[in-house]
């Protein structure tokens, strides 16, 4: 979502409108969330089969081994 868009519905005037665009954009939100979820966790496994170790990639992206791990055992939206 642009900035644009959050600041519109910041703005709206009407409560109730600006509650049901707010719960539009929180789905909206929840959807991309997982995407990019997905996405990331195919990074790191393309990557390491690339044949980077995973300290690697996880110094790499500035974030611990554990979480690497954590991202790794985090099960996919189809599972």
Not at 12 to 24: E, H, L, N, Q, Y
Not at 50 to 63: H, K, N, P, Q, V
Request: charged letters at 35%; a negative charge; hydrophobic letters at 30%.
């Amino acid at each position: 979502m642009e900035a644009d868009e959050f600041d519109r519905v910041h703005q709206d005037p009407d409560p109730i409108r600006r509650a049901k665009r707010s719960t539009a954009l929180i789905e909206t939100y929840r959807e991309r969330m997982a995407e990019l979820s997905r996405l990331r966790k195919e990074a790191i496994e393309q990557a390491h089969d690339a044949g980077m170790r995973y300290t690697e990639i996880a110094a790499s992206l500035g974030i611990s081994k554990g979480r690497i791990t954590q991202i790794r055992s985090q099960p996919s939206e189809s599972e």
